[in-house]
């Protein structure tokens, strides 16, 4: 049930709540009220992740088809999403990574059959726990779940080796609920180039990967380019007749060199597609001193280990190495994902920014204040400090991503896709 906006005391203290015009300047909140206006605005507005890896973790956990999914209806011990967490923290459609590891692509077939799989875990997810989650291949079936209270979970596939050689196969992931593509992962393959691969195998896009592009726009499939190489990139915006997404990608300015991240360039080349870039929350995507922090602390773990005779599984170790991380911690904070977001918008505007978080993907790697699903409101809240409205929070939440996505789907109507 959507719970609506109730900030007539706040309002009371800023403005006359008679007025049409925003009620409240929450950049003069106390940081407690901000919090809580951030909390009601994330359980009223329809919130979306462009990219959460919650199918691999249950894979990587041991779940397989014969065997029951991981019970994410209630609260899990580890990982960044499960039912609870994602309700406390507004959280209402986060699109399920079907992740395909690059070293599948050796192997003749194993990507696809790795795809089906992981899609007939999430579908069992849903069917297991119809009453907290449901498929959604739309907009509009977002918005459905929503009105009924239900967390969504639409499908990207990520890596376009799922596709195999058969071009095919891209209607067929259309079929199987797939809603976006991302066309490369961590090495080339039949598409394009990959970011965290130097072969440059094709200088960008393959042919096929031309035909791919195409015929993703023609079944209503959004293109997604995260992942790719700058080449590849450039060649995927010069080919797509609709615009595309970066399902989790940050910005290169804060972290050089980091191809994997999106330069100005691309970002501006992006916006005039029209598309929309979903910002990831890992701690190396976001800032380039974390790498070097995280390794120090790593370093020093390792020597005390080492030192003093102890194994990972020792309880002491474990307590001292909590306390050593802790006061040397080394990981960014809410503020830097925010640094992005007003990077992108400063850069081209409020239209073509959205959250990717790449939660249950970066390990522990995420922010301080942004460690879990439940923790949105924390950077929703550094937004509205920021000077951001409730109408700039509802474009970033779900209203960006929703406009690349109709527009992806009106395309392949007219194309009979």
């Not at 986060?94 to 875990?121: E, H, R, T, V």
């Not at 119809?130 to 459905?144: G, R, V």
């Not at 980091?258 to 995507?285: H, P, T, W």
Request: charged fraction near 25%; include cysteine.
């Amino acid at each position: 049930m959507k719970k609506y906006l109730s900030l007539i005391a706040l309002a009371g203290m800023i403005f006359s709540c008679e007025t049409k015009s925003p009620e409240i300047d929450y950049t003069q909140l106390s940081d407690a009220e901000r919090l809580e206006v951030a909390k009601e605005i994330a359980q009223s507005t329809i919130m979306v992740d462009g990219h959460v890896d919650l199918p691999y973790r249950m894979k990587v956990g041991g779940f397989t088809l014969q065997r029951e999914i991981l019970d994410v209806s209630v609260r899990t011990p580890d990982g960044n999403f499960d039912y609870p967490r994602s309700k406390e923290g507004g959280l209402d459609a986060p699109f399920m990574s079907i992740y395909i590891p690059a070293g599948n692509q050796a192997m003749p077939g194993a990507s696809k059959a790795l795809a089906d799989s992981l899609i007939l875990m999430t579908e069992r997810l849903a069917a297991t726990f119809p009453d907290k989650f449901a498929m959604a291949y739309s907009p509009a079936e977002i918005e459905a779940n929503f009105a009924k209270g239900l967390i969504s979970l639409p499908m990207g596939m990520e890596n376009g080796a799922g596709i195999e050689d058969d071009l095919a196969n891209v209607e067929y992931f259309q079929k199987r609920g797939i809603r976006y593509i991302t066309l490369t992962h961590g090495k080339d393959n039949l598409i394009g180039d990959a970011s965290y691969d130097t072969t440059g195998t094709h200088g960008g896009l393959s042919e096929f990967g031309e035909k791919v592009v195409a015929e993703m726009n023609r079944v209503g499939i959004m293109v997604d380019l995260s992942h790719v190489s700058d080449n590849t990139f450039r060649d995927a915006l010069a080919i797509t007749k609709v615009p595309v997404i970066a399902s989790h990608s940050s910005v290169r300015k804060f972290t050089p060199g980091f191809e994997r991240n999106m330069s100005d360039e691309l970002i501006q080349a992006m916006a005039k597609n029209g598309g929309v870039m979903m910002i990831n929350f890992g701690g190396s995507f976001i800032d380039s001193a974390y790498a070097a922090g995280s390794a120090k602390v790593r370093e020093h773990l390792v020597n005390y280990m080492a030192e003093n005779n102890l194994s990972r599984s020792d309880s002491a170790f474990r307590a001292y190495a909590e306390a050593y991380a802790a006061a040397n911690n080394p990981f960014p904070t809410v503020q830097r994902v925010a640094d992005h977001i007003d990077h992108v918008v400063n850069l081209v505007g409020i239209d073509y920014v959205g959250f990717g978080s790449d939660f249950d993907g970066v390990g522990d790697s995420l922010p301080t204040g942004l460690k879990d699903v439940s923790m949105f409101p924390n950077l929703i809240a550094e937004l509205l400090k920021r000077g951001y409205s409730k109408e700039d929070i509802e474009k970033i939440c779900y209203k960006n991503v929703f406009r690349v996505w109709k527009a992806v789907e009106d395309y392949a109507a007219q194309q009979g896709g």
